[in-house]
């Protein structure tokens, strides 16, 4: 998440380098979202990925990509993602921590999913599919790829209603500058329902990230400053404090209200 706006960067790439390290300073190396593999731990909780096959939505720089096969078992990952420069960060990690073997990375267009039906145990997505704002068609191509009995399992930044955002809502939006396609958690569970997902679960991560973001804004305002300054320098941050500050009113409002989610491909 980053405001985007005052900083030159690529035509089309929304997370340049200067992003990245500031994300990666302020969620550990490869999370380009909070909370770390713990986080992820907490998204999959339940299922069982021993011997799985996992297809990455969004794979970002891979942090969470590899914890799904050092901590959960995976036997093999593919993760997609959109912008070329992430996909060659996230090879480069994956190489230096010798999981090139079990973990491949590819660059997609954004549409359809590239993969035969049937193609993989679960799919997974961390904080990525905010981003396309299609859930419906997202959702149904998802229960395409999975093999009957899989699960889509994903954790994502969504909004309380599918109303017009209020003004602060509108501007926290603005602010983040990374096409954002947020949607309800009412609309999310439809579009599962609707593609034929069963065992649909939602749930609310608001409590949880509303105190982690204000504890961000602190250390970006104090403790770790220096720190922040020397990864991205100081207009860069001054940049993040004003996002944190527009999206901290939000969270403790309850419309932005980041969940996971999860649905099964009936056998």
């Avoid at 900083?7 to 490869?30: A, C, M, N, Q, S």
């Avoid at 794979?59 to 993760?79: E, K, N, S, W, Y």
């Amino acid at each position: 998440m980053s405001n985007q706006s005052d900083r030159d960067k690529p035509p089309d790439i929304l997370y340049d380098d200067t992003l990245v390290r500031f994300l990666e300073e302020l969620w550990g190396d490869g999370f380009l979202s909070p909370g770390g593999p713990e986080e992820v731990t907490r998204t999959v909780e339940g299922i069982d990925l021993t011997g799985a096959t996992v297809l990455d939505i969004g794979c970002g720089t891979a942090g969470a990509t590899m914890a799904l096969v050092r901590d959960h078992g995976a036997v093999r990952v593919i993760g997609i993602d959109v912008e070329a420069p992430v996909c060659g960060w996230a090879r480069q990690r994956i190489e230096r921590n010798g999981l090139s073997d079990r973990i491949e990375v590819r660059l997609v267009e954004p549409g359809p999913l590239p993969f035969d039906d049937a193609s993989f145990d679960v799919v997974f997505s961390k904080d990525s599919i905010v981003h396309i704002a299609d859930k419906e068609t997202l959702a149904r191509d998802v229960y395409r790829l999975l093999r009957p009995g899989g699960w889509f399992v994903a954790s994502d930044w969504l909004i309380s209603h599918d109303e017009k955002p209020s003004p602060a809502m509108a501007t926290y939006i603005a602010a983040e500058g990374l096409d954002f396609g947020m949607a309800s958690p009412d609309r999310y569970r439809a579009a599962l329902e609707q593609a034929g997902f069963v065992d649909i679960e939602l749930r609310n991560r608001n409590p949880w990230y509303r105190e982690v973001a204000r504890a961000e804004l602190e250390r970006l305002r104090g403790s770790d400053r220096p720190r922040f300054v020397e990864a991205v320098g100081p207009d860069e941050l001054a940049h993040q404090i004003e996002l944190w500050e527009a999206m901290v009113p939000v969270l403790d409002s309850g419309e932005h209200c980041p969940h996971h989610l999860r649905g099964r491909r009936p056998v």
